[in-house]
């Protein structure tokens, strides 16, 4: 899956990007507005995607003189599957939450990071997954090595793209910044807390 564009998975043309920016705001945009915020195509490509929603009900228009003013008819029968595909970013971050709040040994921290937390990744980006083990439980533990071995895979069902796993102790984590700093860096900038402590405790031995 294309994380910087989930709905390219579905709706790979032009259309699928119009709907995720008309879809996530309930404000009226003009055809330029959409085209700038779409970031992709051209400007009469955009308006002709416009036209052909507006001509399937699915997008409605309004006179704003001098411009039209577009939005997603949210009353349309086909808005709700719409609204799901604006989802599916968060959809599957929160899969990967509850798969881990199932976890009979709890993680001390888990964040998502690198290009699926930022949001530009592509289908040949790897999902990548930081995971902080207590202390108290060894790396080779049985029940541990299970739960992550189940995440990896999952990752790949949920999404197509291959899971990154960096597993250290909550020990070990409190000393990244010394022996690796540019990916404590990427971590403090950029992850996505999907279970326990704060990164930025964690890396600073604060929460332990």
Excluded at 73 to 99: C, G, K, S, Y
Excluded at 132 to 158: K, Y
Aim: glycine fraction near 6%.
């Amino acid at each position: 899956m294309d994380l910087s564009r989930p709905v390219a998975s579905v709706v790979p043309s032009l259309d699928g990007d119009v709907l995720m920016v008309l879809a996530g705001t309930t404000r009226p945009l003009t055809g330029r507005e959409v085209s700038r915020l779409v970031r992709r195509g051209s400007w009469s490509g955009v308006r002709r995607v416009l036209h052909r929603l507006v001509d399937q009900g699915l997008v409605t228009v309004q006179e704003a003189t001098p411009s039209l003013l577009y939005s997603l008819n949210r009353d349309h029968v086909a808005a709700p599957p719409v609204m799901a595909l604006a989802r599916l970013r968060t959809e599957f971050f929160d899969r990967i939450r509850d798969q881990i709040a199932r976890w009979r040994v709890a993680p001390y921290s888990a964040a998502i990071f690198g290009s699926a937390a930022r949001g530009d990744g592509s289908t040949e980006s790897d999902v990548d997954v930081f995971l902080v083990r207590p202390d108290a439980v060894d790396e080779d533990d049985t029940e541990w090595r299970r739960q992550v071995t189940e995440l990896s895979a999952a990752i790949t069902r949920w999404s197509g793209n291959s899971a990154s796993l960096i597993e250290v102790s909550a020990t070990e984590a409190a000393g990244l910044s010394e022996r690796q700093a540019t990916i404590a860096e990427e971590l403090r900038r950029d992850a996505v807390i999907v279970a326990g402590h704060s990164l930025v405790d964690v890396l600073a031995g604060g929460a332990r």
